[in-house]
């Protein structure tokens, strides 16, 4: 255990942008986050030295950018609330 963890009775001390400024008063600012995070199905590489052509690196980053986003926007539609999920 830390000193500041001993000091406080805090397993972590959060950090807000305004706290060095405006002292104990910047912790009013802290918000807490709620993150959901989706596993998407594994892509698989199966040739040999296919990061040689470049151009199929571009066209697969592409596609895995737009998978990405994809999955990102049908999180936010199911999303209730920004700060409850």
């Known amino acids: 255990m830390t000193a500041l ?5 805090l397993l972590y001390f ?3 942008p305004t706290f060095p400024w405006l002292g104990p008063f910047g ?3 802290y918000l ?3 993150f959901k ?3 998407l199905d594994p892509i ?3 040739q040999d030295r296919m990061w040689e052509d470049k151009a199929l ?3 697969v980053a ?3 950018r737009a998978r990405i986003q994809e999955n990102v926007l049908d999180m936010l539609k199911t999303r209730k609330s920004v700060w409850f999920g």
């Open 37 to 39: 995070l989706r596993f």
């Open 5 to 9: 963890q001993k000091l406080t009775g």
């Open 27 to 29: 912790m009013l600012g």
């Open 14 to 16: 959060p950090l807000t």
């Open 57 to 59: 690196v571009q066209t």
């Open 44 to 46: 698989y590489f199966n």
């Open 32 to 34: 807490p986050a709620k």
């Open 62 to 64: 592409h596609e895995i």
